[in-house]
């Protein structure tokens, strides 16, 4: 059985836009802003999708495309700005951005009430002791599917292959939270086939496409898919070689069509979030 990410997501966009309407009903229109810096394409891609679904979304989006040579010093300047800025509830830098601006020194500028990412440390922080806080949005989106399809976490044993600052690590927090058996697994670690065949909920976000197979997986395991690549005739593919692992998983998500989309839905997420505590709610 098959985990749908774009029926899942669109669920979820169709929540927010909802929640969108309604603030704005009471005067507060959830607002975006999108910075991009330099002209890497696959980034001007993630943006250009991140501003269609702020519009699907209901959310106003405002958009800096800045040119490669910005120095930090103007990247930070903006940032300030928007920091003060009443009417913008979420800030999002995308990344990479180019060598000479230092990325940690930009994601802890931004004030973590508008860190819609979830990247900034006092968020990371929050996460881990439990704390109301924004989650990144790719390990917060693999909650929400497991959730929706009905899956239990509590008790079992969840065994999560990466350890990112942005998938891997939250991953494992949010399921810990959920009452999970939570393992880590990264490159160091030993008989990695082992402790992934323990898995009743497989999250695997190495980064290598086709690199878990049927061997690797305990039957009727749940296989949450993070990878994404692009091979070389054009298709996409995951983390896990799908046409093998299949057959031997209860629920699986597919590459595309699976954890893709719900990272941009639970961004849009974050920001009407972002916008409520206009209302102080
Ligand atoms: P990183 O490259 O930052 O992290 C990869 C992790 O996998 C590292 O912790 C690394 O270990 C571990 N690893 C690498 N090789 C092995 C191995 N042979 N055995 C065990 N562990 C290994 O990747 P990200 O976390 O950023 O992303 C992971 C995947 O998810 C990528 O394919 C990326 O494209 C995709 N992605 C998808 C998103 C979506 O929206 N669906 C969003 C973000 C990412 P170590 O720490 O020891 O180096």
Redesign the pocket.
């Known amino acids: 059985m098959i985990i749908d990410g774009k029926e899942i997501s669109g669920q979820i966009k169709k929540e927010v836009r909802d929640r969108a309407e309604e603030l704005k009903s009471r005067g507060v229109e959830p607002a975006l802003a999108v910075v991009l810096v330099g002209s890497d394409p696959a980034s001007a891609v993630y943006v250009r999708n991140k501003k269609k679904a702020c519009e699907a979304c209901s959310i106003r989006s405002e958009s800096y495309e800045l040119p490669e040579e910005t120095t930090q010093e103007e990247l930070l300047a903006l940032i300030a700005e928007l920091n003060e800025r009443e009417d913008i509830d979420g800030i999002l830098v995308q990344l990479p951005l180019p060598k000479h601006i230092d990325e940690q020194t930009v994601t802890e500028a931004i004030r973590p009430e508008k860190d819609v990412d979830g990247f900034h440390p006092v968020n990371v922080g929050k996460l881990s002791m439990g704390l109301p806080g924004f989650v990144s ?2 390990p917060a ?1 693999v909650i929400q599917m497991l959730k929706r399809s009905g899956v239990e976490i509590t008790g079992k044993e969840c065994v999560v ?8 690590k939250p991953m494992a927090m949010l399921l810990l939270l959920e009452n999970g058996t939570v393992t880590v ?5 030993k008989n ?1 086939s082992e402790v992934t065949r323990r898995a009743d909920i497989l999250v ?6 086709k ?1 878990f197979h049927a061997d690797d997986i305990k039957e009727g395991a749940v296989v949450i898919d ?4 692009r091979m070389e005739d054009g298709h996409l593919c ?2 896990v070689d799908y046409a093998d692992v299949a057959p031997k998983a209860s629920l699986i998500t597919p ?1 595309p069509g ?7 839905a639970m961004l849009m997420h974050n920001c009407v979030e972002s916008a409520a505590r206009r209302c102080h709610e």
Do not use: E, Q, W, Y
Request: aromatic share 2%; with cysteine.
């Open positions: 949005c790719t989106g292959v990466g350890r990112s600052n942005i998938v891997g697994c990264h490159s160091r670690t990695l695997a976000a190495v980064g290598k496409p690199f993070v990878g994404i690549h995951g983390d590459v699976g954890v893709g989309p719900m990272t941009i």
